[in-house]
């Protein structure tokens, strides 16, 4: 009796054992934002893996990039977060240091990996000792200049402040002869949900500033480089009126629009705009080209940093199926799947050495543009409060600095003083 049971439930696990192995696995995908034509090409590679992989199921859920940082940590620390998010890099220091995403440098092959890509972009997956995600596109901020605009006023695109400041001042004016102003040099986004700090970033950078000291225990906004990049912008708002009056509620939408309205001339941006003016057929030419530097770094003009930024895709450290996760990482961002932004024009930039290298046809006309600009381009400090800090304390901040409710000075003393407090900064 005892050796028919025994049986009996031998038969049953190796049942069992065998059902499990049939089953379909599923991994939840959330991808936060990106221009139609990049989605588009999101869902095809998914398929794909599903395709070489078909008992690996891909639950693609589009989420809004305004609301990424809230709805991962509502959703991770409560458990139900996906097995795999596409967000910014700089969240590896959040989000890596208090748990949520999984160390995916335990992986056995990851060493071999980490080649696929340019070596200062996969170390902005790094925070401490691992690394938290796959980059997927890396952007660097430049100036986008209205082509028609410029060319009707005989103007070049300026590479230094007093340039930049001149043809702000002379593309502001009153185009229909009403007596108000209809077309203003400069229009930044400044809504609330961020987008201002990384608009007025690059010039700080540019300028020779930085946020943090290297090993993050230093706040460095009072610097020299932060004060006149601020000051430049407030003069421009305050003196020559040649920004936008109303950038403190623009999104990006409302910035485009008065790009190619003819409303303004001038704004900073990433790969993304001429793609986003196309695919919303507005038909707008424009120049992009690097960031202008101070007048006294002139000098400096084709080597100085601006802001990197970087999409990567992150690991849920709560993942139950880390493996065949793993491998959908490596399908989604392996070389044969960057080479897709170079030979389609996505509005971002490749991040392997492969599809930078690429010698056949290329759709990103600005390509070596970006590629120059990524090569000196610096990301925000890996600090895990370093987002935080730039949506809640820097931006608010420079902004009435900006707009003359605080002086330049008084402001990014004030901001220093609360990051001082969350880094825990002694003087």
């Given at each position: 009796?005892?050796?028919?049971?025994?049986?009996?439930?031998?038969?049953?696990?190796?049942?069992?054992?065998?059902?499990?192995?049939?089953?379909?696995?599923?991994?939840?995908?959330?991808?936060?934002?990106?221009?139609?034509?990049?989605?588009?090409?999101?869902?095809?590679?998914?398929?794909?893996?599903?395709?070489?992989?078909?008992?690996?199921?891909?639950?693609?859920?589009?989420?809004?990039?305004?609301?990424?940082?809230?709805?991962?940590?509502?959703?991770?620390?409560?458990?139900?977060?996906?097995?795999?998010?596409?967000?910014?890099?700089n969240y590896a220091a959040e989000f890596g240091d208090n748990g949520y995403f999984y160390?995916?440098?335990?992986?056995?092959?990851?060493?071999?990996?980490?080649?696929?890509?340019?070596?200062?972009?996969?170390?902005?997956?790094?925070?401490?000792?691992?690394?938290?995600?796959?980059?997927?596109?890396?952007?660097?901020?430049?100036?986008?200049?209205?082509?028609?605009?410029?060319?009707?006023?005989?103007?070049?695109?300026?590479?230094?402040?007093?340039?930049?400041?001149?043809?702000?001042?002379?593309?502001?004016?009153?185009?229909?002869?009403?007596?108000?102003?209809?077309?203003?040099?400069?229009?930044?986004?400044?809504?609330?949900?961020?987008?201002?700090?990384?608009?007025?970033?690059?010039?700080?950078?540019?300028?020779?500033?930085?946020?943090?000291?290297?090993?993050?225990?230093?706040?460095?906004?009072?610097?020299?480089?932060?004060?006149?990049?601020?000051?430049?912008?407030?003069?421009?708002?305050?003196?020559?009126?040649?920004?936008?009056?109303?950038?403190?509620?623009?999104?990006?939408?409302?910035?485009?629009?008065?790009?190619?309205?003819?409303?303004?001339?001038?704004?900073?941006?990433?790969?993304?705009?001429?793609?986003?003016?196309?695919?919303?057929?507005?038909?707008?030419?424009?120049?992009?080209?690097?960031?202008?530097?101070?007048?006294?770094?002139?000098?400096?003009?084709?080597?100085?940093?601006?802001?990197?930024?970087?999409?990567?895709?992150?690991?849920?450290?709560?993942?139950?199926?880390?493996?065949?996760?793993?491998?959908?990482?490596?399908?989604?961002?392996?070389?044969?799947?960057?080479?897709?932004?170079?030979?389609?024009?996505?509005?971002?930039?490749?991040?392997?050495?492969?599809?930078?290298?690429?010698?056949?046809?290329?759709?990103?006309?600005?390509?070596?543009?970006?590629?120059?600009?990524?090569?000196?381009?610096?990301?925000?400090?890996?600090?895990?409060?370093?987002?935080?800090?730039?949506?809640?304390?820097?931006?608010?901040?420079?902004?009435?600095?900006?707009?003359?409710?605080?002086?330049?000075?008084?402001?990014?003393?004030?901001?220093?003083?609360?990051?001082?407090?969350?880094?825990?900064?002694?003087?």
């Open positions: 009796m005892r050796i028919r049971l025994l049986m009996l439930s031998l038969c049953l696990i190796m049942a069992c054992s065998g059902k499990k192995s049939d089953e379909r696995i599923t991994i939840r995908f959330w991808s936060f934002g990106g221009l139609p034509s990049m989605l588009l090409d999101e869902r095809q590679r998914i398929d794909l893996f599903q395709q070489r992989f078909p008992k690996i199921a891909v639950e693609l859920s589009q989420k809004s990039w305004e609301q990424k940082r809230e709805l991962i940590h509502t959703n991770f620390s409560s458990g139900t977060g996906p097995d795999v998010v596409l967000v910014h890099a160390p995916i440098d335990r992986f056995a092959d990851f060493d071999s990996v980490k080649k696929w890509y340019l070596p200062n972009l996969i170390e902005a997956t790094r925070y401490g000792d691992h690394y938290y995600g796959l980059p997927v596109n890396a952007i660097a901020f430049i100036l986008v200049c209205n082509a028609e605009l410029f060319d009707e006023m005989g103007i070049k695109p300026p590479t230094t402040w007093s340039e930049f400041r001149e043809a702000a001042k002379k593309l502001t004016r009153d185009r229909d002869q009403n007596g108000s102003i209809d077309q203003y040099g400069v229009t930044l986004m400044g809504g609330d949900r961020g987008g201002f700090e990384y608009r007025l970033a690059p010039f700080v950078l540019k300028a020779g500033g930085r946020f943090l000291s290297p090993d993050n225990k230093q706040v460095l906004i009072e610097g020299d480089a932060h004060v006149a990049a601020v000051q430049l912008f407030a003069d421009m708002y305050q003196i020559d009126h040649s920004i936008a009056p109303g950038f403190l509620g623009y999104t990006i939408t409302d910035v485009t629009d008065q790009i190619a309205g003819n409303k303004a001339a001038m704004s900073i941006e990433g790969p993304w705009y001429p793609c986003l003016l196309n695919d919303r057929k507005l038909n707008k030419k424009v120049y992009l080209v690097p960031v202008p530097v101070p007048d006294h770094l002139a000098a400096d003009y084709d080597r100085a940093a601006t802001l990197q930024d970087l999409a990567m895709l992150a690991v849920n450290s709560s993942c139950k199926h880390l493996p065949e996760t793993w491998e959908f990482l490596k399908f989604m961002r392996s070389p044969e799947a960057d080479q897709s932004w170079v030979t389609n024009d996505f509005g971002a930039i490749p991040v392997t050495l492969a599809a930078l290298n690429y010698r056949g046809e290329s759709k990103c006309p600005n390509l070596p543009l970006f590629k120059h600009e990524l090569a000196n381009a610096v990301p925000w400090p890996d600090h895990p409060q370093m987002i935080a800090m730039i949506n809640n304390i820097l931006a608010p901040y420079c902004e009435k600095a900006i707009i003359g409710e605080l002086g330049v000075a008084e402001a990014l003393r004030i901001a220093a003083n609360e990051m001082r407090a969350i880094i825990g900064e002694t003087r």
